[in-house]
């Protein structure tokens, strides 16, 4: 069963491509996330730039737990991220 983890504090550099390769060193990189989506997403605003934050989903829970331990406090892309298992997403009052 795949795992979602969330990565913050990236670097406006990280792209897609460069967050599925670190995380592959720790393990397989689910092929998509449960609901289809990419397995791997960088969020950006709308002028293409990272927020800073972004998901990866593991193939696994043992890749999910040997990433969260590879990476959470690491650097990558020259910042220091922080790396845990996503939370559902909840609905929010309107603003």
């Known amino acids: 069963m795949n795992k979602k983890l969330f990565v913050g504090g990236l ?5 897609d491509e460069s967050m599925k390769a670190a995380f ?6 689910a092929d998509a996330d449960e609901d289809g989506s990419a397995a791997v997403k960088v969020i950006k ?3 293409g730039r990272s927020k800073g934050f972004g998901f990866v989903c ?8 040997k990433a969260v331990e590879m990476w959470n406090g ?3 892309d020259g910042r220091t991220v922080t790396v845990n298992e996503a939370r559902p997403k909840t ?4 603003r």
């Open 74 to 76: 690491k650097e990558l």
């Open 58 to 65: 593991m193939a696994t829970d043992e890749d999910a737990t």
């Open 91 to 94: 609905d929010r009052p309107e």
């Open 45 to 47: 605003d709308a002028s």
């Open 24 to 29: 592959a060193q720790a393990g397989a990189v």
């Open 11 to 15: 670097s406006w550099d990280t792209t």
